[in-house]
């Protein structure tokens, strides 16, 4: 079975600092890769997603993750993080060609001024 | 558009009644899916649905959960008896697309409490 594992329960952070949150995921198939965002307050948002292609990609507010096959990982990265950075980040996968979407447990970043 | 739309939004009851939520997708989308948040499962998928069929029911806890979508715009889960490890954010959320590449698109979620 699919499993994503979130091993970063709880980041803490000031302004300006580098963010890198892990992301690991067990399929021995092809994958579709994604980060999904919860600001306080919200719904899940999509920041980014990896298909196929460059496995370095861009999402939006300036945060990027690159997939490395051969660790089974999809870390989010961010050189500089904002205060409004502070939300619970989710990685989720699902095998090629289906639409059962697996989250991880969540990290929760909290970034100070 | 009006996105996912959720009911209740909150909903606190008595242990051994039963609880229905409700889930509007977006219109367009044909897959559904329902998702539990808590603190210590993280989100957890309960089944999901492609063309108003369910597709997925293998995290539903148990018998005391059933899921339904009986036409493309409407979802009801519902929880008979419910049960205080019950409580928790429950989230509908649709997407567009085959091949698991379309975009999950979630509702506010209907916070549960069992007393």
């Known amino acids: 079975a699919q499993s994503v594992s979130q091993h970063n329960h709880h980041v803490i952070l000031s302004e300006a600092a580098s963010l890198e949150l892990g992301c690991n995921y067990s399929?021995?198939?092809?994958?579709?890769l994604f980060w999904y965002v919860q600001y306080p307050g919200q719904h899940l948002q999509l920041l980014l997603k990896y298909f196929s292609g460059d496995p370095l990609v861009k999402g939006i507010k300036g945060f990027e993750a690159e997939f490395i096959k051969s660790k089974f990982s999809f870390n989010l990265r961010k050189p500089s993080v904002q205060w409004s950075d502070t939300a619970e980040y989710f990685c989720a996968v699902n095998a090629y060609n289906t639409d059962k979407l697996i989250f991880g447990t969540g990290t929760r970043l909290q970034v100070f001024p | 558009d009006a996105g996912v739309i959720q009911s209740p939004r909150h909903e606190v009851t008595e242990m051994g009644q039963e609880v229905t939520l409700r889930c509007k997708p977006i219109s367009g989308h044909n897959s559904l899916f329902w998702y539990r948040q808590t603190m210590m499962r993280g989100l957890e998928l309960l089944i999901y649905f492609n063309n108003n069929v369910p597709i997925d029911d293998s995290g539903m806890p148990e018998d005391r959960f059933s899921a339904k979508m009986p036409n493309a715009s409407f979802s009801t889960l519902k929880i008979q008896p419910s049960e205080p490890r019950d409580s928790a954010v429950y989230f509908c959320?649709?997407?567009f697309g085959t091949g698991g590449t379309g975009e999950l698109f979630f509702g506010e979620g209907s916070r549960l409490t069992v007393l």
């Open positions: 399929y021995g198939g092809t994958v579709n």
């Open positions: 959320a649709s997407s």
